[in-house]
């Protein structure tokens, strides 16, 4: 009884904490996404096991991160920057991967996961470096979230029009549909985190400036932030998993 009690008072969440619930549905999704991918796993041909399984860590990397980072804004309600950046810095080179393994038999080389994943990592270590190190100084958030921005666009640029594309083409049916699919979440679903970047940056969006205070600037960004990962992470995991679904039933 007595910590039956104890846990509902600590993971007691207010009404208007969209934060601390959508950390929570966050960390459920996230689970149920893994253990779907897991699961099925053994349905598919041999070569489509590994891209799944992908799906499957990329969900439930995040869902471990989503853990703590509810217990973290649970206990102080601050955005939990480090956790976020580690879950990213992990499960977005794996989405690359996710690219790579899907044209692999096209022809792939391993130097285009490289390319994908190192414009990944400069993406997300300049990002945090304007979330978390040049905190209170917006200018300097500026210049990093650009530099961000810039590595961004050279990873939409090989998957819609580079190597990544032409291979996609050459493979053509079934992995070009999956292909394409992919590039609509890296140009549509990854743009939801730069929007997030720019409501948590003091002063707003473009020095219009959309919440009242910095607090309510870093709720609007979380907030943000965790629809994207449930949309994206989710999203890219059931393109891949509906790839191995159509190309295993073909054979
Ligand atoms: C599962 C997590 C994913 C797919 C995370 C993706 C994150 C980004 C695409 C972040 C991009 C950013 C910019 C383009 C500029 C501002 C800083 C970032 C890191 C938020």
Redesign the pocket.
């Known amino acids: 009884m007595r910590t039956l009690l104890f846990l509902s008072e600590m993971s007691k969440i207010a009404n208007d904490d969209y934060v601390g619930f959508t950390f929570f549905v966050g960390s459920m999704a996230m689970m149920a996404a893994s253990a779907f991918f897991f699961l099925s796993l053994s349905q598919f041909d041999k070569k489509w096991r590994t891209s799944v399984l992908v799906s499957g860590l ?1 969900t439930f990397i ?1 869902a471990v991160h989503y853990f703590y980072m509810r217990d973290y804004w649970d206990a102080v309600q601050e955005s939990p920057t480090f956790f976020r950046y580690v ?2 810095v992990l ?2 080179p794996l ?1 690359c991967v996710e690219f790579f393994l899907i044209l692999r038999a096209a022809g792939a080389k391993k130097s285009l996961m490289w390319k994908l994943i190192f414009w ?1 990592v400069v ?2 270590v ?3 470096f ?2 978390a190190i040049a905190i209170g100084n917006p200018t300097m958030q500026w210049v ?3 530099i ?2 810039i ?2 666009f050279v990873i939409v640029y090989i998957v819609w029009f580079g190597e990544a594309k032409k291979l996609a083409v050459s493979a053509g049916g079934s992995v070009l549909t999956a292909h394409k699919i992919l590039c609509w979440f890296v140009l549509v ?3 939801i ?2 929007l ?3 409501l948590g940056t003091e002063g707003g969006l473009f020095g219009v400036q959309l919440v009242s205070d910095i607090d309510a600037a870093q709720q609007a960004m979380n907030v943000v ?1 965790n629809i ?2 449930a949309v ?2 989710i999203g ?1 995991g059931l393109v891949v998993f509906s790839l191995a679904v159509s190309s295993t039933s073909k054979s």
Do not use: Q, R
């Open positions: 990329i995040a879950d990213w499960t977005v989405m990944s993406m997300l300049t990002g945090y304007g979330e990093w979230g650009l961000s921005g590595a961004y679903g990854w743009a985190y730069p997030g970047y720019i932030y994207g990962d994206n992470k890219f």
